[in-house]
């Protein structure tokens, strides 16, 4: 009894600044534009966790009741997008996505650069890998909320912080150590080109250029892939995450390569989880460095010529640029704020998942947002498959996947 | 007019009572054709997305530079594929069906009711379920057992003719209750005497079989058969979730026909170009079945 | 003797056909036990049939977290209005297929089988084009329209067969009792192939219910998703899902459709006998 009056007293005392706050921030002085009119609605697409939307929606709920903003979850968001794009009933205003699919969207023509809504001394505020990340052919075309690396991960009872390898050959000797009978040393998906473009990038090699040619048979590339196959020669077979995932958090393999999505099921599974700074590679100096992923929003041309949802698609936007966003969704899902002011929060500093993700996010590549991107993950991961799994001769294999990919962008258009 | 039908000439009538599927039919499956072979004359991809134009026959040139020795490969392993698809399903459904007639079977209901049970969830659940729960090599059902008796995992889903094998077993996994339910229904029109003593006289069971119950099937059954024959040659989940899925590929090599243009047409989102090889692997199935057709014909004009 | 013999060979019948049964339901008790179990793994390297740690959490997860009935709902009015509707246009197609020996008949019926062979992968956008200037995006109208579509050559071909076993000698005998033909369908006809409908009903149903490609692609938020959309929305991917929940709801979703099959499973079987009426 005593305790829940602690609790309930606890919880008035958080929540009634912020209330106060928020209620300021919607009804704070600023006439209402529509001059009480009816409300303008705006729908946002995406395919996000609940938490994540949770904290998005009730960031925009502070519009209401000028502005109410629906967040809808669709399935197959990317193919949906492609075929309602520029149809205004049934289109969304906006959607909320990775930034590696805008390239296509806006070649298509149904994005309308964010610059129109958001001023340039605003984005300004947002870490520049974010804002780089989301411009295509010298346009910016999302606003970035958050985003994601791959990290480092490891089971503190499997392999001690004091044995954790900060090199690629310290963990290579770790796993010759450890892996046999059902255990491994270190696991990941050896054959997805998402996963294995960290060791790429980490030889100096990509696997596509910005300007979209295939770089799968480069010098640095094949070197990379013959130096990651001693790796994947001691991993499971299985290169799905289902696999992989279970093995880490069955504990079965002492480290993994995961996404920040594994962080919570691992902890649940009772793993004393431990988060490092990627290995460096040794031949080369530079650490593993993994492809980014900026979540954000992007408006879409058929709501930008509307002009009453123009305006309040600018004050939507405009509501994202701040600290408080980035504040609640890295509370509420491990994610890592664009908004550079976001990292001088205590909130934000002491949380060690995302303080590693911006660490790992230094060295980290932005994926590639043009359209010859769609092609690649098949052709690379076709070719990983090939060099990892059925044992083809490292260079035949990238100079074949190599062709495929060229043919396969000389198809595109 | 050998079963005496009485012989309508009324066509206005005919026509009438057709219309309503023929025009929802019209409209779901014909209208898809046709805008499929209008954009195949186009440039639509995602340079051009909503400002294409028409090209001509652009598309198709470059079609023909898919149909190369890996899509003629595919396309043999397709062939492959869709006969021992049918051959399995024709065979153990008979037998299953003939099974299932016999006439002291007491608790057929319940039998038949537990064998169609795969055809009550969405297929890539069933799909999902036995790639993770029976072929996964780490924790699968098949390896746990192999483990139990001693024997050494194997990865079902990697080597090409292994995991030809898995994908056949979990394709007649899914498409077994639907036949066996055609054929059932079918032997049941069938004189029942034909069945009494079916499980004791096997050898005259065989005979009466092939003489008897398969030519008075196959009539009833033949829609349902050649429906099926297409379903199977243009089956691409079931390949393509356990094998091919990008992400989680598994190192097995086999390629229908559409999930070879799957991977080296339709990812390239260039609508003209797919739409065109598309168009390509419908002529070539309608040129497959007018070649049996012809062969067919003859037969029933025989039997007419 | 011979009384023997046919006991034991009943005995070996029903035991092949227990292990048979077994067999076939192998992936679906592994689902059904990983639905049971508390840890969240669909994957275990000790896995029983018997959950070690029994709980009904994650159906209540589906029931609670999830609006199942509203998919439920959605279903259920899809696939009664497409099962209706399918057959309200495939029973006078297949009455006419069958009876009038019109010209074009056989052309008729060798086109609708070879549109089967048309690979419909890119359908949904041409599918698209021809429903969204109707306004018939995100609205259960137009998710009908392309199920019965899908489904009309079918049920039509499949009563038709049927049709063709019901001797037209029934039928002229009441002709010459004076009914027209619409009575003639309704009253001899339709209840002598009463069972090839309810099966051509039941493959309609179970097709809408077990489809997901056009629901998740047409409809937009989580409550206009039919049950098979929802389930696919729950799938445990890379960043989120879990297993046993998807699971439980696998179940969930199959369970109606296992209950419609029993109940009409007597119909079913002998609905799609061709000769059920000995000519």
């Known amino acids: 009894m005593k305790r829940t009056f602690v609790a309930v007293v606890a919880a008035l005392m958080i929540t009634t600044p912020l209330s106060a706050c928020s209620g300021n921030a919607a009804n704070g002085g600023q006439p209402n534009i529509n001059g009480g009119s009816e409300p303008v609605k705006l729908t946002i697409w995406h395919d996000k966790e609940d938490a994540v939307v949770a904290a ?17 979850k669709k399935n197959g968001l990317t193919e949906a997008l492609k075929m309602v794009g520029n149809d205004p009933k049934a289109a969304p205003d906006m959607y909320f996505f990775a930034h590696d699919k805008l390239g296509v969207y806006a070649e298509m023509g149904i994005l309308t650069p964010i610059t129109e809504f958001v001023s340039a001394e605003t984005l300004g505020g947002f870490l520049p890998m974010t804002t780089q990340a989301a411009m295509y052919k010298g346009e910016i075309y999302q606003l970035p909320i958050y985003f994601e690396t791959l990290l480092f991960m490891y089971n503190r009872a499997l392999m001690p912080d004091s044995s954790v390898p900060t090199t690629t050959e310290g963990l290579l000797a770790f796993m010759k150590d450890v892996t046999g009978g059902g255990q491994y040393g270190f696991v990941e998906q050896h054959s997805t080109a998402y996963y294995s473009a960290g060791w790429i990038h980490g030889f100096g090699g990509e696997i596509i250029s910005n300007d979209g040619v295939p770089q799968l048979n480069g010098d640095k590339t094949v070197a990379a892939l013959e130096y990651h196959l001693k790796f994947a020669r001691l991993m499971t077979g299985e290169s799905e995450y289902a696999t992989v995932n279970t093995l880490f958090k069955e504990g079965k393999a002492a480290a993994t390569i995961g996404g920040p999505w594994l962080v919570p099921t691992a902890r649940e599974a009772g793993i004393d989880l431990g988060l490092a700074k ?18 954000g929003l992007h408006v879409l041309k058929v709501s930008a010529g509307n002009p009453e949802k123009n305006t309040a698609i600018k004050k939507v936007l405009n509501q994202l640029c701040n600290t408080d966003i980035g504040a609640a969704m890295a509370s509420a899902s491990g994610c890592a704020p664009a908004f550079t002011a976001c990292y001088e929060l205590e909130s934000v500093k002491t949380d060690d998942m995302v303080m590693m993700m911006s660490e790992v996010a230094e060295n980290a590549v932005p994926m590639p947002n043009i359209p010859e991107m769609d092609v690649m993950w098949n052709v690379a991961s076709n070719m990983l498959v090939d060099i990892n799994m059925r044992k083809a001769d490292v260079r035949a294999s990238a100079d074949k996947a190599q062709k495929q990919a060229e043919d396969l962008i000389k198809s595109m258009k | 007019m050998k079963n005496g039908k009485r012989k309508y000439h009324n066509t206005l009538r005919s026509w009438l009572c057709l219309s309503p599927s023929l ?14 072979a209008y954009i195949s004359l186009t440039n639509m991809n995602v340079y051009h997305w909503f400002n294409f134009e028409i090209i001509g026959l652009d598309n198709y040139a470059k079609a023909l530079t898919v149909f190369d020795g890996g899509f003629l490969q595919a396309l043999a392993l397709t062939v492959l594929w869709t006969a021992v698809n049918m051959v399995f399903q024709l065979v153990i459904a008979f037998f299953m069906a003939s099974l299932l007639n016999i006439q002291k079977l007491r608790f057929r209901r319940v039998y038949k009711t537990v064998l169609m049970f795969p055809w009550a969830m969405p297929g890539y659940v069933s799909i999902l379920l036995w790639k993770n ?20 995992p194997v990865r079902w889903l990697a080597n090409d003719a292994v995991a030809f094998a898995a994908c056949l077993v979990v394709n007649l996994w899914l498409a077994l209750p639907f036949m066996i339910m055609i054929m059932d229904g079918a032997m049941q ?9 079916a499980l004791l006289d096997g050898a005259g069971w065989f005979r009466r079989s092939v003489s008897l119950t398969i030519p008075a099937i196959r009539p009833i059954i033949a829609p349902a058969v050649v429906i099926t024959l297409f379903t199977t040659f243009k089956q691409f989940d079931v390949i393509y979730l356990l094998t091919q899925q990008v992400g989680a590929k598994t190192g097995a090599n086999i390629h229908t026909v559409l999930t070879y243009a799957y991977e080296n047409a339709f990812v390239t989102s260039n609508y003209g170009y797919s739409s065109a090889i598309s168009m390509c692997i419908f002529i070539l199935l309608i040129a497959f079945t007018l070649i049996y057709n012809a062969k067919g014909g003859k037969r029933r004009v025989e039997n007419d | 003797m011979w009384k023997t013999i046919e006991r034991i060979g009943l005995i070996l019948l029903n035991a092949l056909f227990i292990v048979i049964c077994f067999a076939v339901l192998v992936p679906i008790l592994y689902a059904f036990s990983v639905s049971l179990n508390a840890s969240n793994s669909i994957l275990g390297s ?3 049939f018997i959950p070690k740690q029994f709980t009904l959490a994650n159906y209540r997860a589906v029931i609670m977290d999830h609006p199942v009935l509203l998919w439920f709902g959605n279903t259920l009015i899809l696939a009664v209005s497409s099962v209706v509707i399918s057959l309200f246009a495939a029973i006078p197609a297949a009455y006419s297929l069958s009876r009038f020996h019109f010209k074009g008949r056989i052309k008729i019926l060798n086109a609708m089988t070879l549109l089967y062979s048309f690979p419909a992968i ?23 329209v392309v199920y019965i579509g899908t489904m009309a050559v079918f049920g039509a071909l499949n009563l038709k067969g049927y049709f063709d076993s019901v001797p037209a000698e029934i039928e002229e005998a009441a002709n010459i009792d004076g009914a027209n033909a619409w009575q003639t369908v309704a009253q001899i006809l339709l209840p002598l192939a009463k069972p090839a409908v309810i099966v051509t009903g039941v493959m309609v149903l179970i097709y809408v219910w077990n489809e997901y490609i056009y629901a998740i692609t047409f409809m937009t938020g989580s409550s206009n998703y039919t049950l098979a959309a929802g389930l696919y929305s729950l799938q445990a991917t890379e960043m989120s899902g879990s297993w046993p929940v998807f699971a439980a709801a696998s179940i969930i979703v199959s369970v109606p459709v296992l209950v419609i099959f029993f109940l009409t499973q007597k119909h079913m079987t002998s609905g799609l006998t061709a000769g059920g009426v000995k000519g």
Do not use: C, H
Request: net charge negative; charged share 15%.
């Open chain 3, 46 to 48: 000790d896995f029983s």
């Open chain 2, 23 to 36: 025009v929802i039919i019209g409209l779901i499956v014909v209208f898809p054709i046709v805008y499929t």
């Open chain 3, 122 to 144: 890119l359908s949904m956008f041409a599918i698209y084009k021809l429903l969204s200037p109707m306004g018939l995006i995100n609205t259960k109208l137009g998710l009908v």
């Open chain 2, 133 to 152: 729960g029976m072929f996964n090599s780490q924790f699968g059902l098949l390896n746990q057992w192999l483990g139990k008796i001693g024997l050494d």
């Open chain 2, 189 to 197: 029109s069938v004189d029942r005497a034909y069945y009494e003593s």
């Open chain 1, 278 to 295: 990627m290995p460096v590679i040794n031949e080369t100096g530079l650490p593993i460095a993994p492809y980014s992923g900026v979540q």
């Open chain 1, 56 to 72: 998005l929606q009730a960031e925009l709920d502070k519009l209401k009741p000028d502005i109410i903003v629906t967040l809808e």
